[in-house]
């Protein structure tokens, strides 16, 4: 789980006067955040919903629209974020250093991407403002200080390592490019030879302090100069010592890896891996049958290392000996002698061997020739010849990884740390702003895949009352059933009665309402073509029968809670709904209970949202209060006039009239 927290530049989370909630076991969270963005960004994201904050609530409608408003935008973040991990910290490596400054700096070029398209968008945002004013300031010092220090840093990286040695390879067709060893006996492994001293070390910089101890920071040893000796001491110990550290003993694995880089490159080892030879040119087929006839080379290497590249000198080229005889089977030469004694046999063996090494040696050296002769003509090299090559390994080795060094030193530390601040600001912001891009994505899914309407509420408390246009009945969005929208007139300060036939929506409906209404006062998008509302204080609902005691007692008493708090605030800062008023009693009982709460709520001035099955309450209601009467259809629609529950209709319906009958 992802938790949201307070430290988010577009988002309050703390200090919010939220919306109260009258008998708040009746007002259900939309399942669209409880379910779903709950889920994603944590409680303390849902406890940041619902809100009375008539600031913050306009702020974050302002900002939430802007964002919905603009897909493109919303794709852009997303991309942007995706190279955030590439971007987030300064190039420490010889990829990212080259990419950001021999080509376009990829970390400004998004910056410079999010400001042209917050300029090409006009209006910015009341709470982008300070983001993007401080981006926008800040954009020309520093990208011309991580220019300059770049600069700087590149200078100092030229002056790479020096290394000079021997080292030697064998080249076949079966193992490519190995390193030799005598005898392929790993016990004894070929020694290569080298030498070399690293270039860079902190500690060899002007400016470089060394530690002291601490007694001699005190006042008498500056003073008397003790701590001006002891510094010099330090500095020069830490020198030397570096120095030492800086000499190049064991044989780097990164340049045996370069060099056998540069000769698969030289030799054009490559033509071997081709499956069809039809394919190459006429040199290429030229080099692959060399290549394919040849045995396996022994190569002797010179190779330097410095501030130009890597470098590597061929020196020799030896074939590896096979089987060592050079008399026929026609027996011309028999060494099958007599007479002599095991001593004597010893010898001629031994001269046999020698006779056997030197002549084989000498045929060896007839084919090295050709050998010679195809590598300088066919291949462009040859002995004595200098030949530069990559170093990537090396260069990771013995030269990029002393960027962080140079970042961090004396002479570039403020500007590292100036650098460094303004990446971390930037992509907060960035990773803030895509988070909630993804939560527009996720409400603008939803609605998609439920075939609703979705918009971004306008908050207007000049304007009271609440009206909308085909809002979606949400308070259905958990259950798999088709959800039809539908439109009531503008709630503001009268009475709503809802009346029709039993399981159309009618209740449905006055729970849709308020967690719209919630989501609205939550700087998110409502389900509804168009939404308008001022703010409210507080919501009061009745819905259902969960409590102590029969339907009745618990209908009354959470109707005294709504009573008891309602007069807390402005009539016009409320909104009541009532479900099925008069329940759980006679008509008779019901019928006069409803005639009580409604002239109640009418006299306050309070917008209220009631139904009822009652046709005598809702006429009542119409004719004494202007209630607004509105009959459901079996299509979940509201039409003007009162409408009858059709209660046999509702037992045709799920069959319980072939029981009753």
């Not at 045996?256 to 081709?274: S, W």
């Not at 109707?559 to 800062?573: G, Q, R």
């Not at 004719?623 to 509702?650: R, T």
Request: proline share 4%; hydrophobic share 35%; glycine share 6%.
């Amino acid at each position: 789980m992802k938790e949201k927290t307070s430290d988010s530049m577009f988002w309050e989370y703390q200090n919010l006067k939220k919306l109260r909630i009258l008998n708040p076991a009746d007002f259900e969270t939309p399942s669209i955040i409880s379910e779903g963005l709950q889920e994603i960004y944590g409680k303390e994201f849902l406890d940041s919903l619902g809100l009375a904050d008539d600031k913050e609530i306009v702020t974050r409608n302002e900002f939430m629209r802007f964002l919905y408003e603009r897909p493109e935008l919303r794709q852009k973040i997303n991309d942007w974020c995706e190279s955030r991990t590439q971007t987030y910290s300064l190039p420490s490596n010889e990829d990212a250093f080259l990419y950001y400054y021999q080509n376009e700096n990829p970390y400004w070029a998004i910056v410079n991407d999010f400001l042209k398209e917050m300029k090409t968008a006009g209006h910015c945002p009341e709470k982008m403002k300070p983001f993007v004013q401080q981006i926008a300031d800040e954009i020309k010092p520093l990208s011309k200080v991580e220019r300059e220090t770049a600069d700087i840093i590149s200078e100092k990286l030229s002056k790479v390592t020096r290394m000079e040695g021997v080292v030697e390879f064998i080249v076949s067709q079966s193992e490519g490019v190995k390193m030799y060893a005598p005898n392929g006996n790993d016990d004894a492994p070929y020694e290569p030879t080298i030498i070399g001293q690293k270039a860079f070390s902190a500690v060899w910089a002007k400016d470089y302090i060394a530690p002291i101890p601490r007694w001699t920071r005190k006042r008498f040893w500056r003073f008397v100069g003790i701590q001006a000796l002891a510094q010099n001491i330090a500095n020069s110990y830490a020198s030397a010592q570096a120095k030492k550290s800086a000499i190049i003993g064991t044989f780097p694995k990164s340049i045996i890896t370069d060099l056998q880089n540069g000769i698969r490159h030289a030799l054009r080892l490559d033509i071997l891996n081709v499956r069809d030879v039809k394919t190459l040119d006429a040199k290429g087929k030229k080099i692959h049958q060399f290549l394919s006839g040849i045995p396996a080379l022994r190569l002797k290497i010179y190779f330097q290392y410095n501030d130009t590249g890597l470098r590597m000198n061929l020196v020799s080229v030896k074939q590896v000996a096979g089987p060592r005889t050079i008399f026929s089977s026609d027996g011309t030469y028999n060494r099958d002698y007599n007479g002599y004694t095991d001593k004597e046999r010893k010898t001629i063996a031994k001269n046999i061997e020698t006779i056997n090494n030197e002549v084989s040696e000498a045929l060896s050296m007839q084919g090295v020739v050709k050998i010679l002769d195809f590598i300088k003509s066919g291949l462009n090299w040859q002995i004595g010849e200098a030949k530069q090559i990559g170093s990537p390994k090396t260069d990771s080795d013995f030269k990029w990884v002393y960027i962080k060094n140079l970042y961090n030193s004396p002479e570039h530390h403020e500007a590292y740390k100036a650098l460094t601040k303004h990446r971390r600001y930037f992509w907060q912001g960035m990773s803030d702003l895509k988070d909630f891009c993804d939560i527009i994505s996720y409400f603008i899914n939803n609605a998609k895949q439920h075939n609703l309407p979705l918009c971004m509420p306008n908050i207007n408390n000049e304007k009271i009352g609440i009206s909308f246009k085909q809002m979606a009945p949400i308070d259905m969005m958990h259950q798999k059933k088709s959800m039809v929208p539908f439109s009531f007139p503008t709630i503001n300060g009268h009475i709503l009665c809802l009346t029709g036939k039993h399981g159309r929506g009618k209740s449905v409906a006055g729970n849709s309402v308020l967690e719209n209404l919630w989501l609205a006062q939550s700087g998110l998008p409502v389900f509804a073509e168009q939404f308008d509302t001022d703010v409210k204080e507080m919501i009061g609902a009745v819905t259902n029968d969960s409590g102590d005691g029969s339907t009745a007692t618990v209908f009354v008493k959470k109707t005294k809670n709504l009573f008891e708090n309602i007069s807390k605030v402005p009539a016009h800062k409320s909104l009541i709904f009532i479900d099925e008023i008069g329940k759980g009693t006679q008509e008779s009982s019901g019928l006069k209970l409803g005639q009580q709460i409604l002239k109640v709520l009418s006299g306050n001035g309070n917008s209220v949202i009631f139904n009822t099955q009652i046709m005598k309450l809702a006429e009542y209601a119409r004719d004494n209060y202007g209630a607004i009467c509105l009959k459901v259809d079996d299509k979940h629609q509201f039409q003007s006039g009162i409408g009858e529950g059709q209660m046999e209709d509702l037992i045709k319906e799920v069959g319980l009239d072939k029981y009753l009958n």
